[in-house]
């Protein structure tokens, strides 16, 4: 049974730094895509960040140069350093793993930018 687990959310100031981690479980982790999510209130989920099996990342523009994502793979863990927080960074971001065909989330953690 593969789990996704995400940690490391929490109210920051603008300008300020948090690192997610996301643990997964059940599956071999490397050699699988994942990536990191994030719903804001009132919007649609969008993708912040992907690492490949081939281990290439992208990015979205929104958080490209602020935004690094991460793996470790002999403790299944995936990361999402962010830096350079804004207001509208304010979302509640998810895990996801892509094994074969079938997509997998965890169950979130917020993060709110706020003064």
């Known amino acids: 049974q593969v789990q996704l687990v995400e940690s490391g959310g929490g109210l920051v100031q603008p300008g300020g730094s948090l690192r997610l981690s996301c643990a997964a479980s059940g599956i071999i982790f490397s050699g699988n895509t994942m990536g990191w999510y994030r719903q804001a209130p009132g919007k649609l989920r969008e993708l912040v960040a992907i690492?490949?099996?081939?281990?290439?990342?992208n990015y979205a523009d929104s958080v490209k140069g602020r935004f690094t994502i991460s793996r470790v793979n002999a403790k299944n863990t995936l990361y999402l350093q962010m830096n350079s927080l804004k207001p509208e960074d304010t979302a509640v971001y998810y895990c996801w793993l892509r094994l074969g065909i079938m997509d997998y989330w965890g169950k979130g953690t917020l993060v709110t930018v706020s003064s």
């Open positions: 690492s490949t099996s081939g281990d290439s990342t």
